[in-house]
């Protein structure tokens, strides 16, 4: 029986990633065993495990899954979520896409993903800390500084990594700070971490406006959510001279044409809990904020935000995706179509990995780098992947969601063929 015939991890969302590499080693008439092998997780485990609820004679037994996509780069790397539909084929796509994403910026990383099936809203703090301990004790004889080096993802936090480092830790016999990223300072968390994402979008406003012919200073961006992508997104922005006219979130959308004040919005938003209601602007529907015409627009809240059904009010020069995958395919076709330059959600939102690389390094040498030389080496990683990019984007006459998965992809297959195959 071919091993395709028996995928495990089969699901829509795998199907979908599969399809979208399969397109791009078409593209790049890609060596057949390479190919082959690139579509199946290196390792995949599943468990199920026990823990008590707050009514101590409650035991609740749940799924956790941690799915390493390829182990050639280095260790793997990527978010761990908690979701009560989450499951094995969105882990292993999900795996998949962070092995070109690491690529893609050429951080030392293969792909992972794990996730846990539970409603994370409906747990106390407490049936948390003891659900992450045990998915970690499960995990445990894959995971580690050289092994797998697991982050937040949806459902998890600051917290929940500190909790994974403890238990780490402790069954090690010593502290073992490089075992997770997205960690609390105090225990060897990376400054800059929370902002690295949004930061790391607009890093390549600049030059994605000068490819597009736009005039950074004074232009107009748009940005959908104002959570941790959003906020450092349009923190970044105003800070280059753009004037950031509209910006939604899950209670409304806001607009004022001639600029928004980021910093008293961001206040507004600790104080109130969102932007409805933000004085100095004008509220408008979440519809609306698509249509409104800028230079820049950054989705950064949540998945398929702009379809088939909205496209059509869209008026930019430039998409940034900030957040996975915000952008349909047939929505991305007639973007491109009408003009739009779109950077792609694995170069845009590298920032975050790229400055979980960093914590990783810092804690490996247990000597921790300021703020300025982390900002300042996120730039330069982030804009020289934008450029070789762009470079082959032109080249290859092909858009910049497949050159960047053309450099991802080329890069792995690369390390791939050098090692060879063991025995
Ligand atoms: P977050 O939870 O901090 O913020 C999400 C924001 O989106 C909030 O402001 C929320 O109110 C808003 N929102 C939710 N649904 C909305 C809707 N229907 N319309 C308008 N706004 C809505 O999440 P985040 O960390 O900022 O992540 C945002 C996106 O970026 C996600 O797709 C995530 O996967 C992606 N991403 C995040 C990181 C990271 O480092 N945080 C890295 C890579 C990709």
Same mark, same amino acid.
């Given at each position: 029986?071919?091993? %395709?015939?028996?995928?495990?991890?089969? %699901?829509?969302?795998?199907?979908? !990633?599969?399809?979208?590499?399969?397109?791009?080693?078409?593209?790049?008439?890609?060596?057949?065993? +390479?190919?082959?092998?690139?579509?199946?997780?290196?390792?995949?485990?599943?468990?199920?495990?026990?823990?008590?609820?707050?009514?101590?004679?409650?035991?609740?037994?749940?799924?956790?899954?941690?799915?390493?996509?390829?182990?050639?780069?280095?260790?793997?790397?990527?978010?761990?979520?908690?979701?009560?539909?989450?499951?094995?084929?969105?882990?292993?796509?999900?795996?998949?896409?962070?092995?070109?994403?690491?690529?893609?910026?050429?951080?030392?990383?293969?792909?992972?993903?794990?996730?846990?099936?539970?409603?994370?809203?409906?747990?106390?703090?407490?049936?948390?800390?003891?659900?992450?301990?045990?998915?970690?004790?499960?995990?445990?004889?894959?995971?580690?500084?050289?092994?797998?080096?697991?982050?937040?993802?949806?459902?998890?936090?600051?917290?929940?990594?500190?909790?994974?480092?403890?238990?780490?830790?402790?069954?090690?016999?010593?502290?073992?700070?490089?075992? +997770?990223?997205?960690?609390?300072?105090?225990?060897?968390?990376?400054?800059?971490?929370?902002?690295?994402?949004?930061?790391?979008?607009?890093?390549?406003?600049?030059? !994605?406006? %000068?490819?597009?012919?736009?005039?950074?200073?004074?232009?107009?961006?748009?940005?959908?959510?104002?959570?941790?992508?959003?906020?450092?997104?349009?923190?970044?922005?105003?800070?280059?001279?753009?004037?950031?006219?509209?910006?939604?979130?899950?209670?409304?959308?806001?607009?004022?044409?001639?600029?928004?004040?980021?910093?008293?919005?961001?206040?507004? +938003?600790?104080?109130?809990?969102?932007?409805?209601?933000?004085?100095?602007?004008?509220?408008?529907? %979440?519809?609306?904020?698509?249509?409104?015409?800028?230079?820049?627009?950054?989705?950064?809240?949540?998945?398929?935000?702009?379809?088939?059904?909205?496209?059509?009010?869209?008026?930019?020069?430039? +998409?940034?995706?900030?957040?996975?995958?915000?952008?349909?395919?047939?929505?991305? !076709?007639?973007?491109?179509?009408?003009?739009?330059?779109?950077?792609?959600?694995?170069?845009?939102?590298?920032?975050?990995?790229?400055?979980?690389?960093?914590?990783?390094?810092?804690?490996?040498?247990?000597?921790?780098?300021?703020?300025?030389?982390?900002?300042?080496?996120?730039?330069?990683?982030?804009?020289?992947?934008?450029?070789?990019?762009?470079?082959?984007?032109?080249?290859?006459?092909?858009?910049?969601?497949?050159?960047?998965?053309?450099?991802?992809?080329?890069?792995?297959?690369?390390?791939?063929?050098?090692?060879?195959?063991?025995?």
């Amino acid at each position: 029986m071919v091993l %395709s015939d028996q995928m495990e991890w089969d %699901s829509p969302m795998y199907r979908e !990633a599969v399809a979208q590499f399969e397109q791009v080693a078409t593209i790049m008439n890609l060596d057949d065993n +390479v190919r082959e092998r690139l579509t199946k997780p290196q390792r995949a485990m599943v468990v199920t495990f026990p823990y008590r609820r707050d009514e101590y004679a409650e035991v609740d037994t749940v799924f956790g899954y941690r799915v390493q996509h390829v182990l050639t780069m280095g260790p793997t790397k990527g978010g761990i979520r908690y979701a009560e539909d989450v499951n094995l084929g969105e882990v292993a796509a999900l795996a998949m896409l962070m092995t070109w994403k690491c690529a893609i910026v050429g951080l030392p990383f293969g792909g992972a993903k794990g996730g846990v099936r539970v409603n994370p809203r409906e747990l106390g703090r407490a049936e948390m800390q003891r659900v992450t301990r045990r998915y970690t004790a499960e995990i445990i004889d894959i995971i580690g500084p050289q092994k797998d080096i697991p982050a937040p993802d949806m459902g998890t936090d600051e917290q929940v990594m500190a909790w994974i480092m403890d238990t780490y830790s402790q069954h090690q016999g010593h502290s073992v700070p490089a075992v +997770v990223t997205g960690k609390p300072p105090e225990l060897g968390g990376s400054v800059a971490r929370r902002e690295a994402t949004g930061r790391g979008v607009v890093s390549l406003l600049p030059g !994605a406006a %000068s490819h597009r012919g736009v005039t950074v200073d004074g232009a107009r961006v748009v940005i959908q959510g104002f959570g941790n992508v959003g906020r450092y997104a349009a923190i970044a922005a105003s800070e280059l001279g753009c004037r950031v006219i509209g910006v939604s979130d899950i209670t409304g959308a806001i607009h004022n044409d001639s600029g928004l004040e980021i910093g008293k919005l961001c206040k507004y +938003v600790d104080d109130e809990g969102g932007v409805k209601g933000f004085p100095g602007a004008e509220e408008i529907t %979440s519809e609306e904020l698509f249509g409104l015409q800028c230079e820049v627009l950054i989705p950064a809240a949540v998945g398929n935000a702009i379809r088939a059904d909205n496209v059509s009010s869209v008026d930019t020069k430039i +998409v940034l995706e900030g957040a996975n995958n915000p952008i349909t395919l047939e929505a991305d !076709a007639v973007l491109r179509d009408n003009g739009a330059f779109i950077v792609p959600d694995v170069l845009a939102n590298a920032g975050g990995v790229t400055v979980s690389y960093f914590e990783w390094v810092q804690d490996l040498q247990n000597y921790f780098w300021s703020e300025n030389e982390i900002v300042g080496r996120l730039r330069e990683i982030m804009m020289k992947a934008f450029e070789e990019v762009l470079e082959i984007s032109t080249r290859e006459k092909v858009d910049m969601r497949t050159a960047a998965l053309i450099k991802g992809i080329g890069r792995v297959t690369r390390a791939k063929l050098i090692r060879g195959v063991y025995p």
